[in-house]
Nanobody
Framework: QVQLVESGGGLVQAGGSLRLSCTAS????????VGWFRQAPGKERELVAA????????YHEESVKGRFTISRDNAKNTVYLQMNSLKPEDTAVYYC???????????????WGQGTQVTVSS
């Protein structure tokens, strides 16, 4: 069992930056692969980025490549999503989620945080 808490969301102007954090409690975080998802109003949830347990495998969704970077610090039980050059279309609730093995299938993510709102103004 692992509990996830996201932080770092907020309101930012287009072109600005935010860093989201996903901090875990409970079982050792390094035993889980982690993904960041987002869901905008009226849209389906989408996987934005994913990272394997030791960080050796990383995925970024095409629309965020070159702007967002996922990373992790297992000693701190935390996964980060650095978001640069933010655009209004990045506005969404961002969730982190954990699964036992690295992969991109959302259905395999077993544990979810409560989400943090990111709003990008034009």
């Amino acid at each position: 069992q692992v509990q996830l808490v996201e932080s770092g969301g907020g309101l930012v102007q287009a072109g600005g930056s935010l860093r989201l954090s996903c901090t875990a409690s409970g079982r050792t975080f390094g035993t889980y692969a982690v993904g960041w998802f987002r869901q905008a109003p009226g849209k389906e949830r989408e996987l934005v980025a994913a990272i394997s347990r030791a960080g050796g495998s990383i995925y970024h969704e095409e629309s965020v490549k070159g702007r967002f970077t996922i990373s992790r610090d297992n000693a701190k039980n935390t996964v980060y999503l650095q978001m640069n050059s933010l655009k209004p279309e990045d506005t969404a609730v961002y969730y982190c989620a954990a699964r036992l093995y690295y992969g991109l299938d959302a259905d395999e993510y077993r544990y979810w945080g409560q989400g943090t709102q990111v709003t990008v103004s034009s």
